[in-house]
């Protein structure tokens, strides 16, 4: 380990949560150097929905570089582009009557990110982005202006601008329809809030605490979007290809987005691939415009076409993820009833799901114990409260309930170490979403 902390930089992070030297991984496991195996609950932060390795996807990547394909090939056609348009466009839009341009962006998430909202900007003439609470949406400036964490925002270095921020479904309590209050600002002329290019959203926040809006919130949120000739941008990110049980994680809202952003397990293999989506009409930019030098991955082309069609050519995939999706709720349930005595909740959609533990000590002690058990799981929320399931979604049952099971276990072992759980002063109690909403 001593050269990652000779020349390696401070920011690294989930390296200090796991400290092992990790060598070898396949479908849900990671190992080690010294052979130790780990179920992988983190999942390259939701990069990794189809699992490491995924035989199915290798032997397509395989193929392609030994028949010395195209590497890189900036944003000139391909077959490796062309086939994943025409499975992409056959498998995902169609049969969803989604009529979306395509546009590859640089391979980050946070880089289609910033060319949503440059691109809202250039169709409306307006500045102002309307985001939200506890929203996560990338790193780089842009992204940031429209993310709610206020340790993320103060490593810019800069003034963030151009953004005016709302209250999330449930923020406010579960009485309040917060939608109904950003009606009302846009409506009224001296609100203070400039009308805004797009608004962006994620219908899950990972980041933020793994937060589900209702289907009915977002559905009110398009139509005030629409009233108020608004454009909808949906991070569908880390929420997408198929973490919450259907490929976008709008679907059963009933929505139809302007804009959406797709990145983390687009390419099926962890190689990195972004793109975003624009309705009709909304392709403006003039050519190189948005430029980058990685734009469209080749490799991940490839895998990205091999998920499609072993995993979306039809709704058996879909259906898996939301029976697992339905097991998990069922357990924590269980956990929060049996060990919560009111101070764990649980919440999420699908396969998306977090244990609420009030405050981040209690969390990290836990990701901590099941680290030691051999469970790598990470935290998320504004104060790192949350423990955050992001298991692949190929996970067997078996493994599945094992993973839970660890996590049982270190929350026991964890509560009975501790004299008392501590109240938070701003601790509002949390709803429990229904996951079949």
């Given at each position: 380990?001593?050269?990652?902390?000779?020349?390696?930089?401070?920011?690294?992070?989930?390296?200090?949560?796991?400290?092992?030297?990790?060598?070898?991984?396949?479908?849900?496991?990671?190992?080690?150097?010294?052979?130790?195996?780990?179920?992988?609950?983190?999942?390259?932060?939701?990069?990794?929905?189809?699992?490491?390795?995924?035989?199915?996807?290798?032997?397509?990547?395989?193929?392609?570089?030994?028949?010395?394909?195209?590497?890189?090939?900036?944003?000139?056609?391909?077959?490796?582009?062309?086939?994943?348009?025409?499975?992409?466009?056959?498998?995902?839009?169609?049969?969803?009557?989604?009529?979306?341009?395509?546009?590859?962006?640089?391979?980050?998430?946070?880089?289609?990110?910033?060319?949503?909202?440059?691109?809202?900007?250039?169709?409306?003439?307006?500045?102002?982005?309307?985001?939200?609470?506890?929203?996560?949406?990338?790193?780089?400036?842009?992204?940031?202006?429209?993310?709610?964490?206020?340790?993320?925002?103060?490593?810019?270095?800069?003034?963030?601008?151009?953004?005016?921020?709302?209250?999330?479904?449930?923020?406010?309590?579960?009485?309040?329809?917060?939608?109904?209050?950003?009606?009302?600002?846009?409506?009224?002329?001296?609100?203070?809030?400039?009308?805004?290019?797009?608004?962006?959203?994620?219908?899950?926040?990972?980041?933020?605490?793994?937060?589900?809006?209702?289907?009915?919130?977002?559905?009110?949120?398009?139509?005030i979007c629409k009233a108020h000739d608004?454009?909808?941008?949906?991070?569908?990110?880390?929420?997408?290809?198929?973490?919450?049980?259907?490929?976008?994680?709008?679907?059963?809202?009933?929505?139809?987005?302007?804009?959406?952003?797709?990145?983390?397990?687009?390419?099926?293999?962890?190689?990195?691939?972004?793109?975003?989506?624009?309705?009709?009409?909304?392709?403006?930019?003039?050519?190189?415009?948005?430029?980058?030098?990685?734009?469209?991955?080749?490799?991940?082309?490839?895998?990205?076409?091999?998920?499609?069609?072993?995993?979306?050519?039809?709704?058996?995939?879909?259906?898996?993820?939301?029976?697992?999706?339905?097991?998990?709720?069922?357990?924590?349930?269980?956990?929060?009833?049996?060990?919560?005595?009111?101070?764990?909740?649980?919440?999420?959609?699908?396969?998306?799901?977090?244990?609420?533990?009030?405050?981040?000590?209690?969390?990290?002690?836990?990701?901590?114990?099941?680290?030691?058990?051999?469970?790598?799981?990470?935290?998320?929320?504004?104060?790192?409260?949350?423990?955050?399931?992001l298991c692949p979604l190929i996970i067997?049952?078996?493994?599945?309930?094992?993973?839970?099971?660890?996590?049982?276990?270190?929350?026991?072992?964890?509560?009975?170490?501790?004299?008392?759980?501590?109240?938070?002063?701003?601790?509002?109690?949390?709803?429990?979403?229904?996951?079949?909403?």
């Amino acid at each position: 380990m001593k050269i990652f902390e000779e020349i390696e930089s401070e920011v690294r992070s989930y390296a200090r949560s796991f400290p092992r030297l990790f060598n070898r991984a396949k479908n849900e496991f990671l190992y080690d150097d010294d052979g130790n195996e780990y179920l992988d609950f983190l999942a390259g932060a939701g990069t990794l929905n189809y699992g490491h390795n995924n035989d199915l996807f290798k032997e397509k990547l395989l193929e392609y570089i030994a028949s010395d394909n195209i590497t890189h090939g900036l944003d000139l056609h391909t077959n490796a582009k062309k086939e994943f348009l025409e499975t992409f466009s056959e498998k995902i839009l169609k049969p969803r009557n989604f009529n979306y341009t395509v546009m590859f962006t640089g391979p980050t998430g946070t880089n289609a990110v910033e060319a949503a909202l440059k691109i809202a900007r250039k169709n409306t003439g307006r500045e102002n982005i309307i985001s939200f609470t506890n929203g996560w949406h990338g790193q780089t400036l842009g992204s940031l202006s429209v993310t709610g964490n206020s340790t993320h925002r103060g490593g810019a270095g800069v003034t963030l601008s151009g953004a005016s921020r709302m209250p999330y479904d449930g923020y406010l309590g579960d009485d309040v329809d917060t939608t109904a209050y950003l009606d009302k600002v846009l409506c009224d002329s001296s609100s203070g809030i400039d009308k805004p290019a797009a608004v962006i959203v994620e219908t899950v926040q990972g980041e933020g605490g793994i937060n589900a809006a209702s289907f009915d919130w977002l559905r009110n949120l398009s139509d005030i979007c629409k009233a108020h000739d608004i454009l909808l941008i949906i991070d569908d990110i880390q929420a997408g290809c198929g973490r919450t049980g259907t490929f976008f994680s709008f679907e059963e809202a009933g929505i139809y987005p302007d804009i959406v952003t797709l990145s983390k397990s687009l390419s099926g293999y962890g190689l990195p691939f972004a793109v975003l989506l624009m309705k009709d009409g909304l392709d403006q930019w003039k050519p190189g415009e948005h430029n980058g030098t990685f734009r469209g991955n080749n490799h991940a082309f490839v895998t990205a076409k091999a998920a499609i069609d072993n995993y979306w050519s039809d709704d058996t995939f879909s259906k898996e993820i939301k029976r697992k999706g339905e097991y998990i709720s069922e357990r924590l349930e269980k956990i929060v009833a049996k060990y919560g005595d009111g101070n764990f909740t649980h919440r999420g959609r699908g396969m998306f799901k977090g244990i609420n533990c009030i405050n981040g000590d209690l969390a990290e002690k836990i990701t901590r114990s099941a680290f030691k058990k051999g469970l790598i799981i990470e935290t998320s929320g504004a104060d790192d409260q949350i423990v955050k399931f992001l298991c692949p979604l190929i996970i067997s049952d078996e493994n599945l309930k094992k993973g839970i099971d660890i996590i049982e276990e270190s929350i026991k072992e964890v509560c009975a170490k501790e004299d008392s759980i501590p109240e938070e002063s701003c601790y509002f109690d949390d709803v429990v979403l229904d996951t079949n909403n």
